[in-house]
């Protein structure tokens, strides 16, 4: 019998088994996950953190999901080792002996028909003196991180977070309710360095700093006293709870050491293979193609996970599935405000600006490249459209669009089939 | 390819007054009153549809309810979902992080009273039963029916 073996039990994941089971309702599928839980929704820790969410509503799926899927999941245990046959014995009879296994943490041995890899993203933590002397430090990735850094602070804490990037902001909006002071620090002269230039970060910091948040930029710690963190300024902060929040990345030890391709994370085609023969990835793990960059990234981002997943899952199963719109694209709030994102950020700037909000959309080449959007982020997604579907504006007349993000501005034609009739 | 047997709402251009009775209406149906005038009167009102103007022709634009949502798959709070070809959001699991209408290419979805998002569900979860757009337009520029698309 088939069996299809995921490794990690994230987003990816769930995309992988949705997109097995939309072909084939009957193989086996094996999910390993490292995580001692149900598949829940990464982006919402923080919002656990705020009582927006808890443990019941921040699961991402049913709780009968992997019943009704058909999947047995091996909890708390870790894929150690991936063994798969050469390429080029797929086409010939050389299969006999089979090497295509994975080998679980309990000493478990799964062959399978394929296997999917979708390990996520690791915590980078910065090599700083004195780290190891900090008792209450904690990175921000997981539902077990959330729960050991809420059970760690009270009204009290003076909380120092490393890394003013999403997580470390969603971090500190997560805590501020329930700590004394927020300090977040950033080598960045800037927040959110890698989705806002200049002015979307200033009105995002300004709008932080007026919910309490401090920020020390151009700043980072250079070593640890205990309860003192030594700035590169000369400065000094003093902290009882420590944040490192200073990026993520691909984890992709299983695929390095199977001998797959791997540059800053797994390289994956557009149908999700990777070099190596019935090995698929997807999900944060994976560098593949984004199509505004020209070129192949990593894309830490859920909606990315998901459909990536869904594509290796449907092709897994015998399908023939190409997830060729990627682009980067984020959408986040803090306190209220909010800020979307696409694409790159070159070529020409159409530009709107005022003390709370921002718009700076990107053309090059006669398309919609990227965009920067601060405050006014109403449909939004028109433009997120063109960027993905790479829409030539000189079909749609770019004039009125860019003032406005409307279906109205769009030739009758275009809108028509967009929306399927007299339009 | 999978023939859908799916109602959905249409709009023609041509027909529509512009005169946003169906956002009145959409409003009124998804409020849970009883009484239009408590609900809509001199308040604010939160209608999942809107009249689209360029000055030239006016139409209405609600969710489309996708074959292959792309709200539902890039929903990072896993409250968006299809069920008998609706697209549903889940408002308890909701986090208000607007990534739907980061990715809708309509601009469907909308943010309603308190910043809760908000999406036509063709009054399938309220009291109107059938889409209160299409059974309160004058001139039947919105339509709700079955073109047997492929899927
Ligand atoms: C605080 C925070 C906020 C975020 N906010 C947003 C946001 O607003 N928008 C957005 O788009 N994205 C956001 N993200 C990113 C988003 O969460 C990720 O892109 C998404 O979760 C990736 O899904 P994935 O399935 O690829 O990996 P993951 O969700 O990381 O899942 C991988 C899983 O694999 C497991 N695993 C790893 N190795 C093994 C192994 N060898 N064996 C078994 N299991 C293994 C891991 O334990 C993990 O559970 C945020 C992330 C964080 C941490």
Same mark, same amino acid.
């Given at each position: 019998?088939?069996?299809?073996?995921?490794?990690?039990?994230?987003?990816?994941?769930?995309?992988?088994?949705?997109?097995?089971?939309?072909?084939?309702?009957?193989?086996?599928?094996?999910?390993?996950?490292?995580?001692?839980?149900?598949?829940?929704?990464?982006? +919402?820790?923080?919002?656990?953190?705020?009582?927006?969410?808890?443990? &019941?509503?921040?699961?991402?799926?049913?709780?009968?999901?992997?019943?009704?899927?058909?999947?047995?999941?091996?909890?708390?245990?870790?894929?150690?080792?991936?063994?798969?046959?050469?390429?080029?014995?797929?086409?010939?009879?050389?299969?006999?002996?089979?090497?295509?296994?994975?080998?679980?943490?309990?000493?478990?041995?799964?062959?399978?028909?394929?296997?999917?890899?979708?390990?996520?993203?690791?915590?980078?933590?910065?090599?700083?003196?004195?780290?190891?002397?900090?008792?209450?430090?904690?990175?921000?990735?997981?539902?077990?991180?959330?729960?050991?850094?809420?059970?760690?602070?009270?009204?009290?804490?003076?909380?120092?977070?490393?890394?003013?990037?999403?997580?470390?902001?969603?971090?500190?909006?997560?805590?501020?309710?329930?700590?004394?002071?927020?300090?977040?620090?950033?080598?960045?002269?800037?927040? +959110?360095?890698?989705?806002?230039?200049?002015?979307?970060?200033?009105?995002?910091?300004?709008?932080?700093?007026?919910?309490?948040?401090?920020?020390?930029?151009?700043?980072?710690?250079?070593?640890?006293?205990?309860?003192?963190?030594?700035?590169?300024?000369?400065?000094?902060?003093?902290?009882?709870?420590?944040?490192?929040?200073?990026?993520?990345?691909?984890?992709?030890?299983?695929?390095?050491?199977?001998?797959?391709?791997?540059?800053?994370?797994?390289?994956?085609?557009?149908?999700?293979?990777?070099?190596?023969?019935?090995?698929?990835?997807?999900?944060?793990?994976?560098?593949?193609?984004?199509?505004?960059?020209?070129?192949?990234?990593? +894309?830490?981002?859920?909606?990315?996970?998901?459909?990536?997943?869904?594509?290796?899952?449907?092709?897994?199963?015998?399908?023939? &599935?190409?997830?060729?719109?990627?682009?980067?694209?984020?959408?986040?709030?803090?306190?209220?405000?909010?800020?979307?994102?696409?694409?790159?950020?070159?070529?020409?700037?159409?530009?709107?600006?005022?003390?709370?909000?921002?718009?700076?959309?990107?053309?090059?080449?006669?398309?919609?490249?990227?965009?920067?959007?601060?405050?006014?982020?109403?449909?939004?997604?028109?433009?997120?459209?063109?960027?993905?579907?790479?829409?030539?504006?000189?079909?749609?007349?770019?004039?009125?669009?860019?003032?406005?993000?409307?279906?109205?501005?769009?030739?009758?034609?275009?809108?028509?089939?967009?929306?399927?009739?007299?339009? | 390819?999978?023939?859908?047997?799916?109602?959905?709402?249409?709009?023609?251009?041509?027909?529509?007054?512009?005169?946003?009775?169906?956002?009145?209406?959409?409003?009124?149906?998804?409020?849970?009153?009883?009484?239009?005038?408590?609900?809509?009167?001199?308040?604010? /009102?939160?209608?999942? /549809?809107?009249?689209?103007?360029?000055?030239?022709?006016?139409?209405?634009?609600?969710?489309?309810?996708?074959?292959?949502?792309?709200?539902?798959?890039?929903?990072?709070?896993?409250?968006?979902?299809?069920?008998?070809?609706?697209?549903?959001?889940?408002?308890?699991?909701?986090?208000?992080?607007?990534?739907?209408?980061?990715?809708?290419?309509?601009?469907?979805?909308?943010?309603?009273?308190?910043?809760?998002?908000?999406?036509?569900?063709?009054?399938?979860?309220?009291?109107?039963?059938?889409?209160?757009?299409?059974?309160?337009?004058?001139?039947?520029?919105?339509?709700?029916?079955?073109?047997?698309?492929?899927?």
């Amino acid at each position: 019998m088939k069996h299809y073996v995921i490794i990690g039990n994230g987003v990816a994941a769930v995309g992988c088994i949705e997109g097995i089971r939309s072909l084939d309702k009957n193989a086996k599928i094996t999910v390993i996950s490292e995580e001692n839980r149900a598949v829940y929704s990464r982006p +919402l820790i923080s919002y656990y953190l705020e009582d927006k969410t808890d443990l &019941e509503r921040i699961n991402y799926r049913s709780p009968d999901f992997y019943d009704k899927m058909g999947c047995e999941v091996l909890y708390g245990k870790k894929a150690v080792r991936l063994y798969c046959n050469l390429k080029n014995d797929i086409d010939s009879d050389l299969v006999t002996n089979n090497q295509k296994k994975v080998v679980v943490s309990d000493g478990t041995v799964l062959d399978y028909t394929s296997v999917c890899v979708a390990t996520g993203s690791v915590p980078f933590i910065p090599n700083i003196e004195g780290l190891d002397e900090v008792k209450d430090k904690f990175c921000f990735m997981t539902l077990d991180d959330a729960e050991a850094l809420k059970s760690a602070v009270n009204s009290k804490s003076r909380v120092l977070i490393i890394g003013a990037g999403l997580i470390g902001l969603k971090c500190a909006e997560g805590l501020h309710n329930r700590v004394a002071s927020i300090t977040v620090c950033d080598l960045a002269d800037r927040v +959110l360095s890698s989705v806002l230039e200049d002015d979307g970060a200033a009105i995002m910091k300004r709008h932080l700093e007026t919910n309490g948040i401090k920020f020390m930029l151009s700043d980072t710690v250079m070593q640890f006293k205990k309860h003192t963190a030594i700035m590169k300024s000369g400065r000094q902060v003093e902290f009882d709870v420590l944040v490192l929040a200073s990026g993520v990345r691909p984890n992709t030890g299983l695929i390095k050491d199977a001998g797959g391709e791997v540059n800053r994370g797994i390289i994956v085609n557009d149908r999700m293979q990777t070099s190596l023969a019935d090995v698929y990835a997807a999900g944060d793990c994976t560098e593949g193609n984004d199509v505004s960059f020209g070129g192949r990234r990593v +894309l830490a981002l859920l909606p990315n996970a998901y459909m990536q997943g869904f594509t290796a899952g449907v092709n897994m199963a015998g399908g023939n &599935e190409v997830y060729d719109k990627a682009i980067a694209m984020n959408s986040v709030g803090f306190f209220g405000l909010h800020a979307m994102t696409a694409g790159v950020y070159n070529g020409e700037i159409y530009e709107e600006k005022d003390e709370s909000s921002l718009k700076r959309l990107f053309v090059k080449d006669g398309y919609l490249v990227g965009f920067i959007i601060v405050g006014r982020v109403e449909r939004a997604g028109i433009y997120t459209s063109l960027i993905r579907e790479r829409t030539p504006l000189s079909e749609i007349g770019f004039d009125i669009l860019k003032k406005d993000a409307t279906t109205a501005a769009f030739p009758s034609n275009v809108r028509r089939k967009m929306f399927e009739g007299v339009v | 390819m999978r023939v859908s047997n799916m109602k959905r709402i249409y709009v023609n251009e041509e027909w529509c007054l512009g005169c946003r009775l169906c956002e009145y209406n959409c409003a009124f149906a998804n409020s849970g009153l009883k009484d239009m005038v408590t609900a809509l009167k001199g308040k604010p /009102i939160y209608p999942r /549809i809107r009249v689209e103007d360029n000055q030239r022709i006016t139409y209405a634009v609600s969710c489309r309810h996708c074959t292959d949502p792309i709200c539902v798959k890039s929903c990072i709070a896993g409250a968006m979902y299809k069920e008998n070809s609706v697209v549903k959001l889940d408002k308890s699991k909701c986090v208000k992080c607007l990534t739907c209408m980061l990715v809708c290419p309509f601009g469907a979805l909308t943010i309603g009273e308190n910043g809760v998002v908000q999406k036509c569900e063709l009054c399938l979860q309220n009291s109107c039963g059938e889409p209160a757009c299409v059974k309160g337009c004058p001139n039947r520029a919105i339509v709700y029916e079955e073109r047997g698309e492929a899927e």
